[in-house]
């Protein structure tokens, strides 16, 4: 099975799933590929846990964990802990939902910073440091975070770092009236999870990583997009511009959905479309200008109206 073929199926496998969404799955997709991991920001019940579970069930023989964020969610709750064994008198480590090839962190922000920020060295190294050893994790790792918007009672926005730390965040919003009436006739006999096989492997999901790299990105449009990443250091209402990282993500994400578009090299509209899910949420606007109504979205909507196009 070729890179193109291994990255359709995927993706009709999932849409099969998640009815009247198949950009934002195929961004998903593609921001697993990359090495990434992903936030979704959404209302309730709009599919976002499905969506995970669609994208394990889809890959055979990976392995999907769930944690469940609570307010007395503890950080060993996540990355595990070692345990006495009465009888030998060692501790035997019991690794926690952390190592697994997928993981759903559901309602992320309705732990407490603490918790939250336990998955900050697993997402950015691949790694915890549990009292004091550090545990390599094996395997995909690819961290797919929901959480409601911090508008609701009961929820602590994650802390700049954490939110530094996912390649991109994104919603899937309300799907049409048709849509829906066809996601009640999928459902009528049963959920259709139950009946997803797994469409490629776990190798195919590292092949396609390995040809991410592969995928051509001109020097032009490198320096375009720390242009754009520059530009959000150069405005007095941004409190918190886009780092580094925000660069090196935009490029890996932008030649991770080249593949699966099927092209060899990276345009600048794919750039352009994925600017404002990876920029935005790194953001932070100063107060004043909070209140006048700026958001980050509206801060990379103005960049990249305001930043030349390499031709």
Same mark, same amino acid.
């Given at each position: 099975m070729t890179t193109t073929d291994s990255a359709k199926h995927l993706e009709r496998a999932v849409s099969s799933i998640i009815k009247g969404q198949e950009q934002t799955i195929r961004n998903i997709l593609a921001c697993m590929i990359s090495?990434? @991991?992903?936030?979704?920001e959404d209302n309730p019940g709009t599919g976002k846990t499905t969506l995970a579970k669609a994208i394990a069930g889809s890959i055979s023989g990976a392995v999907f964990n769930r944690i469940q964020f609570t307010p007395d969610l503890l950080p060993s709750d996540i990355l595990g802990v070692s345990i006495l064994n009465?009888?030998?008198?060692?501790?035997?480590f019991h690794p926690g939902p952390v190592f697994t090839d997928i993981l759903l962190a559901d309602e992320?922000?309705?732990?407490?910073?603490?918790? *939250?920020?336990?998955?900050?060295?697993? =997402?950015?190294?691949? *790694? +915890? #440091?549990? /009292?004091?050893? $550090? @545990?390599?994790?094996?395997?995909?790792?690819?961290v797919i975070a929901t959480q409601n918007p911090v508008e609701f009672r009961g929820t602590y926005p994650l802390p700049e770092a954490q939110m530094d730390r996912? !390649? =991109? *965040? $994104?919603?899937?919003?309300?799907? !049409? +009236?048709e849509q829906e009436v066809d996601i009640l006739a999928a459902q009528n006999q049963g959920h259709p999870l139950d009946t997803l096989d797994p469409v490629v492997t776990l190798e195919d999901i590292h092949t396609l990583q390995a040809a991410v790299?592969?995928?051509?990105?001109?020097?032009?449009?490198?320096?375009?997009?720390?242009?754009?990443?520059?530009?959000?250091?150069?405005?007095?209402?941004? *409190? &918190?511009?886009?780092?580094?990282? +925000?660069?090196?993500? &935009? =490029?890996k994400l932008s030649q991770a959905l080249s593949l699966f578009e099927g092209r060899e090299f990276v345009t600048p509209e794919t750039i352009q479309e994925l600017a404002l899910d990876v920029i935005a949420h790194r953001l932070i606007? #100063?107060?004043?200008?909070?209140?006048?109504? =700026? #958001?980050?979205?509206?801060?990379? /909507?103005s960049i990249l109206e305001n930043t030349p196009i390499p031709v």
């Open positions: 090495g990434g @991991h992903v936030l979704l009465q009888k030998t008198s060692e501790f035997r992320i922000n309705r732990a407490s910073p603490r918790t *939250q920020s336990a998955l900050l060295e697993s =997402m950015a190294e691949r *790694q +915890a #440091t549990i /009292e004091g050893t $550090c @545990h390599d994790l094996d395997g995909l790792f690819f996912f !390649t =991109m *965040q $994104c919603s899937l919003g309300y799907v !049409t +009236a790299s592969n995928v051509r990105i001109s020097d032009e449009l490198r320096r375009y997009i720390v242009a754009l990443s520059n530009a959000t250091r150069e405005i007095d209402e941004v *409190q &918190l511009s886009a780092s580094p990282r +925000a660069s090196l993500s &935009l =490029m606007i #100063t107060p004043e200008a909070k209140f006048n109504g =700026m #958001t980050g979205r509206a801060v990379v /909507e």
